[in-house]
């Protein structure tokens, strides 16, 4: 969330800042908003001090009285109780801007950083680097295509059992899926990420605090009779966690690792990656997340996405490395950096991951602050997927497979998954 300060004194500057991302905003709504607001409070903070005074009078006035029920003592409690009738009523005017300008607030996405490249969309984000060598091989399939062969999942059952684009995993598929977060969880909780497995479901207030209320109510799934959503990502529960709390910053930073199934409608992707692994309504995901101080988070980007970008590496998978744009940039991040794996059959990369950098936009939403000099600063919070599960295993599928039919697993795999090939039956 952007500071009501920030927003009520410079709006022209914040104006500029977001539009960065490729869009007019026009904030004067709210810096209206603001302003009434601080007149109000100036005004509630007047009337409080005179009603401070006016008990102190009247407390004078019965210690130096001795008629109870003098005329000047009658009129200094009239005085007393007409404070407090404007000072209420002046609260609930405050309570009601407060709402309006938190609901306006918390649709505006947060500033892009300096450091990222400027752009309208995707076709302007910017390749930083690539790792490993794409297979070279004809009539390469494509993960689903293997799946199918090798009996490893199967989505028209799953079809019957819930909707599209949900899937089973059947014996080996699902024990990919099994060793590939063990084996991720394994990896970050040795490299210090202590393990978090968090609740799936998760009220309104935690998805607000993270950034996905109020905008994006479309893309996650309602329970009907509670206040309580299916989880889109371990990143709104790792979020909420530490929700109204105040770290000590020689704890910083708070590192977390959390296997977490997601649940998304995918709203806005109709006939997109409709077969396969790549765009499911249920996935499962490990997410790093990162508490860290102020002054310190452009270092931790830089080390959550060399966390993430290892696991790709022990796999021997290739990947790219983007620098995503401002106009591409998620609604809560500041600066990202996308990881992109190799899938042969289709010739591209596809997303697995994305880190980024939050600075205090989610720790305001959220409440989450630590003490430096003495002073209460907001923190800064990170996160990346490292890896989303499903689209890693399509990559081992198709960079692993072998002319025979069957599929090599990755050597730093093998120990979890207990074969080195994946065959038919």
């Not at 007019?24 to 100036?42: F, G």
């Not at 407090?84 to 607030?105: A, G, T, V």
């Not at 966690?241 to 977390?256: A, C, G, M, R």
């Not at 003495?374 to 923190?379: E, S």
Request: overall charge positive; hydrophobic content about 35%; charged content about 25%.
């Amino acid at each position: 969330m952007l500071d009501q300060k920030l927003i009520r004194e410079n709006p022209t500057i914040v104006e500029k800042n977001l539009s960065l991302r490729g869009k007019v905003y026009n904030i004067s709504d709210i810096n209206e908003l603001t302003v009434k607001k601080k007149e109000i409070d100036i005004e509630v903070s007047n009337l409080q001090f005179e009603s401070k005074k006016l008990s102190k009078l009247i407390g004078q006035e019965i210690n130096n009285s001795q008629n109870k029920t003098s005329q000047k003592l009658n009129d200094l409690k009239k005085r007393g109780n007409e404070y407090r009738i404007k000072i209420s009523e002046f609260e609930e005017k405050q309570r009601i801007l407060d709402k309006q300008i938190y609901d306006k607030i918390s649709n505006l996405p947060n500033f892009p950083s300096i450091d990222a490249p400027i752009g309208k969309d995707e076709s302007n984000n910017v390749q930083v680097k690539t790792w490993g060598d794409h297979l070279k091989k004809d009539n390469l399939n494509s993960h689903w295509e293997i799946g199918e062969s090798l009996n490893l999942f199967d989505s028209t059952k799953s079809t019957k059992i819930s909707k599209s684009r949900f899937i089973t995993l059947i014996g080996n598929g699902a024990r990919l899926e099994r060793a590939l977060i063990n084996f991720m969880l394994d990896i970050h909780t040795q490299n210090g990420y202590l393990e978090l497995i968090p609740p799936a479901l998760v009220n309104s207030e935690s998805l607000t605090g993270s950034g996905q209320l109020p905008k994006f109510s479309n893309e996650s799934f309602k329970c009907s009779n509670d206040d309580l959503w299916l989880s889109p990502t371990a990143e709104v529960p790792l979020t909420a966690f530490h929700k109204n709390e105040i770290i000590d910053s020689k704890h910083l930073p708070l590192k977390y690792v959390a296997y977490s199934p997601c649940f998304r409608r995918e709203a806005g992707s109709y006939g997109r990656d409709t077969k396969g692994l790549i765009r499911l309504h249920q996935f499962n995901k490990v997410e790093l997340y990162w508490f860290t101080d102020p002054n310190k988070s452009i270092e931790a980007h830089q080390k959550i996405t060399s966390d993430a970008e290892s696991i790709l590496k022990k796999l021997n998978l290739p990947y790219r490395l983007v620098d995503i744009c401002t106009g591409d940039l998620g609604f809560s991040s500041s600066r990202t950096f996308d990881l992109e794996v190799w899938l042969p059959s289709s010739k591209c990369y596809r997303e697995i991951s994305s880190c980024s950098n939050c600075l205090e936009f989610q720790a305001r939403r959220s409440s989450i602050r630590t003490k430096i000099d003495k002073k209460n600063q907001f923190v800064h919070t990170l996160n990346g997927s490292a890896l989303a599960i499903g689209r890693t295993m399509a990559a081992i599928l198709e960079n692993g497979q072998q002319s025979d039919g069957s599929v090599k697993i990755p050597d730093a795999l093998v120990p979890y998954f207990g074969s080195n090939f994946i065959k038919t039956a």
